[in-house]
């Protein structure tokens, strides 16, 4: 992996000559360990003059889920409370005589790029901006194996919830207890917080679990992640518990159901972002639900479960091959509940087989 932090490092220095800084300087956690193989609480990245520096106010911690130093990249702990790292990267900027510091100003809190100022004055700042974020959206095939692992570890927790009983349990318990499952099955931790709805809360986006308990005749919602190696995926599905389902529940499970077949279905390399989001949103815009739907019908994933491109009506630029994203349109009745149906792919070309679905639980309308 060690040539491969290099290379991004050297795209990173590219972009960044090409804008006129001689250096940078890499405070977000997720592109931290994007450029040097981990981040550990506080670390900052260096993109030095004459030399490339990660630079921590503690030592790495040697655990796998945390990533590991790139090996060719030079470490420095700073000692005792020995201050901000972003400010003593900034002053080793200076010292390798850089004019030109960019920083990642989207991430900066107001107070560090002021004493940064401060300690450097004769060194210019400049923004970055997302230019990691940017070299993050194509992954690479190690990257999107560790993806592929996450989501079959979801799959597993999630196949395993549904052989049990669950009448009668709470949406709380019922989330705590994927997420022990994700553990059980080798992941980092949950990707983000596991959503378990019930009855009249089944169908909306990011619902905080409660402790309404499982009722006969309910949709059941469920959406989670699991992590492997930093990366993270996501899965939604939607049961119907005990009984058979009811027409209205047939009804509006079919039509969200084919809302997320036709976004996943325009996945390819060159399509536009939001010619995805219009496939899934104008199945469910022409029966009568525009109104209420989510603000967007998915995004990318990676070192973070909520990364670029959106799938949104007003979103610019085109799909890449691999790119992974989620497709999720879902629709919520208030009083009712309703349906999220919810997929990680990956974007392949039409000669690679199309999309590659990497989460793969039945979306067969099952009553538990």
């Known amino acids: 992996m060690s040539e491969v932090y290099a290379l991004r490092r050297a795209r990173l220095r590219e972009r960044c000559k090409a804008g006129g800084s001689q250096s940078a300087l890499i405070s977000r956690p997720a592109n931290v360990r994007y450029l040097a193989g981990t981040a550990p609480r506080g670390a900052v990245l260096l993109l030095g003059k004459t030399d490339d520096l990660l630079l921590c106010a503690g030592p790495p911690e040697d655990r796998p889920a945390e990533g590991r130093p790139d090996e060719a990249l030079r470490v420095q702990t700073l000692p005792g409370s020995a201050g901000d790292p972003a400010v003593a990267a900034a002053d080793l900027a200076e010292g390798q005589r850089a004019d030109t510091l960019a920083v990642e100003e989207h991430h900066l809190t107001v107070a560090r790029h002021r004493e940064i100022r401060s300690v450097v004055p004769r060194l210019r ?34 196949g395993e919830l549904l052989e049990s009983i669950l009448v009668g349990r709470t949406e709380r318990h019922l989330a705590l207890e994927l997420e022990r499952r994700l553990v059980d099955h080798g992941a980092d931790g949950p990707a983000f917080p596991t959503s378990v709805a019930t009855g009249p809360n089944a169908g909306r986006r990011a619902h905080r679990p409660t402790d309404r308990r499982v009722e006969e005749g309910d949709f059941l919602s469920v959406c989670l992640g699991a992590a492997y190696r930093g990366y993270r995926c996501e899965i939604g599905r939607t049961f119907v518990i005990g009984t058979s389902p009811a027409d209205w529940q047939i009804e509006l499970y079919d039509l969200v159901f084919a809302a997320q077949r036709a976004g996943r279905e325009s996945l390819a390399p060159g399509a536009a972002c939001r010619d995805v989001d219009r496939a899934a949103r104008q199945v469910l815009d022409s029966a009568g639900y525009a109104e209420g739907l989510p603000a967007l019908t998915g995004h990318g994933v990676g070192l973070e479960i909520d990364e670029d491109p959106q799938l949104a009506p007003a979103a610019m630029g085109k799909l890449d091959a691999c790119v992974p994203v989620t497709v999720e349109p879902g629709v919520h009745l208030p009083g009712r509940g309703g349906v999220r149906i919810d997929d990680t792919l990956v974007v392949r070309p039409e000669a690679d087989g199309g999309p590659e679905l990497l989460t793969i639980t039945t979306k067969e309308l099952l009553a538990l």
């Open 125 to 158: 700042l400049t923004d970055l901006g997302g230019a990691v974020e940017q070299l993050r959206v194509v992954k690479d095939e190690e990257e999107i194996s560790c993806l592929r692992i996450g989501a079959e570890i979801a799959d597993q927790a999630l």
